[in-house]
């Protein structure tokens, strides 16, 4: 019998259910009239970040830049920030909650770690209507339970599973519209990310995935769920457009050994950004496979890069490569957020990404052509700088050892200290862009690792070849570091510190703060222009999420979801010492003005 | 509440009591008491366990019958899918359980039987060794000359499974020579069918794969060579297999143990791999 075909029940159905009755037309809070005429447009979506009264996409609009032009919140009255509500998630799945919630028309969707998503009132904090996930038996999620937010496009809001599905629900009543496999569970798939609403496609990538995977971006149609491309990323495989084979992506054994790029990694699995003017999509992709570099001699295409793809065929229209030859884990997953950089005069329609492997990576956005890379960690050894043409200059004796040499009785081969750690300057957790102040604001990480071959490793009872690592904190009292950097300079504004690794995304706001959460359990605003810490609030537990702001009834309210979890608790050595005694949470808080301070 | 839900909040309740209670975690007498020995084996593991039919079959499904047979116990079995590493499958078997909430097993088999990882696996407990495994080539006489070395191989082209052993194996091999040479699947049996269709001269595994699956296909041995690897490489190219319990639970494994040490003194475990068409080799020092 097989046993993973038993499902967990839904607990979510009498929610649901009951949730439904309670939105019939006759429930009192009165919808405003945009609500009816078939929710969420294309319009909706490009124009998010210019419209605060919602919040319809991951990131604050499609260019991800999280800033919102509200400003009643201000470096003043942001002292008086009081909670309004707080929703629990429930149960006993606490851990790991990395949603960067939505808002529209009175409800507030927020997506919850174990694959859930809720409806909640967004002006009082009262569930309308909740969605479980039947997660199936033996399902094996590498890297943790989270979920990092939804999408909202015409009647549906969209979000994937750990068990690799895609789900569409109406928004209005939780029921699910469709549900498609986006890879199969069971040779380690998952997803995590938010889906992007691009011209009426769903776009989503792919997470985890043990040998085999090569990561693919993929889009389909929104409203029916079928696919209309698929881009691998890794250079000799096919991409396909309306069930037909389309181009290659690259050129078969350009940058790849053998018949290694068949299953060459590249996992794309943190989602993307869109530049609605240019019509390009920026997507990341994953460390490339084997772990160990020298069994892949090349620049192994495009793993640890970004790709700008036409959505409308799914074309690379061009592509820029961070690590070539990755030897460290440096996944180049981390978000391409398009912006306007003023140098010498001249607008220059510029991107930019805090890659994992420690620099600050400005591009021309519209063909990928690379302007400057500056560190935005200290302290990093792995390559002594970009050079004139984006492509780093590696430190040689700084590359994990080859196994092939490897000596001794463990055969452990060359411990290396590389900085930064796997885990990278900055992981998924979302940078923000000010046009205001002009800064990028970078939630880092300061930290290297020791890294060497662990010829003790076994995979389904064989002797392989495996990786072991240490994470160390480069500096003796803090890890996390918060930089505002001028992308035209490369220098840092300001920074700051935080005992433990930083793991929340950012919000700016036209009131001249920077919000982002710690470890340590608080939402903290800052000065953007400062750095100056003007107020924080402990909600209980770790903050790993992207804060929100909305306006709603003429009031600035700013939301965050709580609850410790995610890749940092999973390891242990010195960082462990720095989250030690956080408790698990799982909740969303809902912040504003006490009503007299904010008609002063 | 469903019945997955009460069975999940059971576990957690076990768990919970774990520390203050042992014997919820299902020592021999427990294990006894309820007659049932839950034992845990991978999916997609040929010969050792696979599915034909929807039915689990292989030398340790016959095993692990003939272990509850000998403990007067009924076999509850379940094949599980390998994730990253074998550390993290006998946490998801035996020790911490999944996502979903799946039962846990009471015995896990084809676990590496190695000193080093069964320190960093404080939470189970190894059995006695039952099996030496190793890695080897076959070849097609005719289609490549006879070989005795890697160094042999030269320019032959290689069907690999990716990812295993025998791929870690050969693409550190020799400085890296051979990794030209390698085609690669995502599974054993791919890259074996694949090499019986006449694809590469040469296919890797381990001894106990290639000879099952060269039997499962009917193929004459006359016409395969079968070559173990020696190597000096970071890759072991042998090693034994041992079963597992959780590290409070070493009176069961002592007994699964003992089973086994009659098994192959009697001659059964030889004749469980028999008939699969697998040579048995005991572990070393046996």
């Known amino acids: 019998m097989r046993m993973r075909t038993q499902f967990l029940a839904a607990v979510g159905l009498a929610a649901l259910a009951a949730g439904a009755a309670s939105l019939s037309p006759s429930a009192k809070e009165p919808e405003p009239a945009a609500a009816l005429g078939g929710g969420v447009t294309e319009q909706d979506i490009i124009n998010d970040a210019k419209t605060p009264g919602d919040v319809v996409t991951y990131g604050l609009g499609p260019k991800g830049q999280r800033y919102s032009p509200l ?119 998952s997803y995590t990310a938010a889906p992007m609403i691009v011209k009426g496609k769903i776009i989503t990538g792919v997470s985890g995935g043990e040998f085999g995977v090569v990561g693919r971006i993929e889009a389909r149609d929104a409203e029916t769920g079928e696919i209309v491309w698929k881009r691998p990323v890794i250079e000799g495989h096919m991409g396909e457009l309306n069930g037909k084979p389309s181009t290659m992506t690259g050129k078969t054994n350009e940058t790849w050994p053998g018949d290694m790029w068949k299953f060459g990694g590249g996992a794309t699995w943190l989602g993307g950004t869109y530049d609605p003017d240019l019509n390009m999509i920026y997507v990341g992709t994953g460390n490339p496979g084997p772990w160990n570099s020298w069994l892949r001699p090349g620049d192994n295409k495009w793993s640890a890069s970004r790709l700008a793809i036409n959505p409308d065929n799914g074309e690379i229209v061009w592509g820029f490569q961070t690590t070539p030859h990755d030897g460290w884990d440096f996944d180049g997953v981390n978000e391409f957020v398009p912006f306007d950089m003023q140098k010498d005069g001249k607008t220059i329609k510029a991107g930019a990404t805090a890659d994992r492997n420690g620099f600050f990576y400005v591009l021309d956005r519209t063909n990928g052509k690379f302007i400057s890379a500056t560190p935005f960690v200290n302290k990093i050894n792995w390559a002594s700088g970009i050079d004139k043409d984006g492509r780093p200059i590696y430190n040689p004796e700084n590359r994990p050892g080859d196994p092939s040499q490897a000596t001794g009785d463990e055969k452990k081969g060359k411990s290396v200290f590389a900085v930064p750690g796997f885990l990278g300057g900055k992981n998924w957790n979302p940078i923000g862009y000010s046009p205001d102040t002009k800064l990028f604001y970078i939630p880092s990480n300061e930290w290297g690792m020791d890294i060497w071959n662990e010829p003790v490793n076994y995979k389904k009872g064989a002797a392989y070849l495996g990786a072991g690592f240490t994470i160390k904190p480069t500096f003796e009292d803090h890890i996390g570091s918060l930089k505002a950097i001028d992308p035209a300079t490369g220098k840092v504004a300001w920074e700051y510190k935080n005992k433990a690794p930083l793991w929340a995304g950012i919000l700016t706001t036209g009131g001249g703060l920077v919000f982002t959460g710690t470890p340590e359990g608080f939402l903290k ?76 | 509440m469903t019945r997955s839900l009460r069975r999940r909040s059971l576990l957690l309740a076990a768990s919970w009591l774990l520390s203050a209670a042992p014997a919820l975690s299902r020592p021999l007498d427990e294990v006894r008491a309820d007659g049932t020995l839950r034992v845990a084996l991978y999916d997609d593991n040929a010969p050792f366990s696979a599915r034909k039919d929807g039915k689990p079959t292989g030398i340790e499904v016959d095993l692990a019958q003939a272990l509850a047979d000998a403990l007067k116990l009924k076999l509850d079995l379940r094949l599980v899918d390998a994730g990253e590493n074998s550390d993290g499958d006998l946490r998801l078997a035996l020790w911490r359980g999944d996502l979903a909430g799946s039962a846990l097993s009471d015995v896990m088999l084809h676990v590496p039987a190695d000193r080093i990882f069964a320190q960093r696996n404080e939470q189970i407990f190894t059995t006695r060794p039952y099996l030496q495994q190793r890695l080897a080539l076959a070849w097609r006489k005719g289609a490549t000359e006879d070989f005795e070395t890697l160094g042999d191989v030269g320019k032959t082209p290689i069907d690999v499974e990716g990812n295993s052993a025998s791929d870690a194996m050969l693409l550190t091999a020799n400085g890296g020579q051979l990794r030209k040479n390698l085609k690669h699947f995502k599974t054993f049996d791919e890259a074996a069918k694949a090499f019986l269709a006449g694809d590469a001269p040469i296919l890797a595994g381990t001894r106990s794969e290639i000879e099952g699956a060269l039997s499962a296909a009917g193929t004459a041995k006359e016409g395969i060579g079968l070559t173990q690897v020696k190597l000096a490489g970071p890759i072991k190219t042998s090693w034994e297999l041992c079963g597992a319990v959780k590290s409070d639970s070493r009176d069961l494994g002592y007994a699964i143990g003992d089973a086994m040490t009659a098994m192959i003194d009697n001659g059964t475990m030889k004749g469980l791999f028999a008939k699969y068409g697998v040579s048995y080799e005991p572990p070393a020092g046996y």
Request: proline share 3%; hydrophobic share 35%; aromatic share 12%.
């Open chain 1, 71 to 189: 400003k009643a919140i201000d470096k003043e009255t942001v002292k008086t920030l009081v909670p309004a509500w707080s929703f629990s998630f429930g149960g006993e799945k606490q851990r790991g909650q990395e949603s960067q919630a939505l808002v529209k028309d009175g409800t507030l969707y927020v997506t919850g770690s174990y694959s859930r998503l809720y409806a909640v009132d967004s002006r009082t904090g009262e569930k309308k209507w909740e969605y479980n996930a039947r997660l199936p038996e033996g399902i094996l999620p590498c890297c943790d339970v989270v979920n990092r937010g939804a999408a909202l496009y015409k009647d549906n809001i969209y979000f994937g599973t750990l068990d690799a599905k895609l789900v569409a629900l109406n928004a209005k009543t939780g029921k699910v519209a469709w549900r498609k496999d986006i890879d199969d569970f069971k040779s380690g798939y």
């Open chain 1, 525 to 600: 605003a800052f000065d953007a222009k400062t750095g100056e810490e003007l107020w924080k609030f402990q909600v209980g537990t770790g903050v790993v999420s992207s804060p929100i702001t909305w306006e709603q009834d003429g009031e600035q309210w700013v939301g965050v979801t709580a609850g410790w979890g995610g890749a940092v608790p999973l390891w242990g050595g010195e960082v462990a010492k720095t989250t030690a005694g956080i408790n698990q949470g799982g909740s969303f808080w809902a912040f504003k003005l006490p009503k007299k301070v904010a008609s002063r």
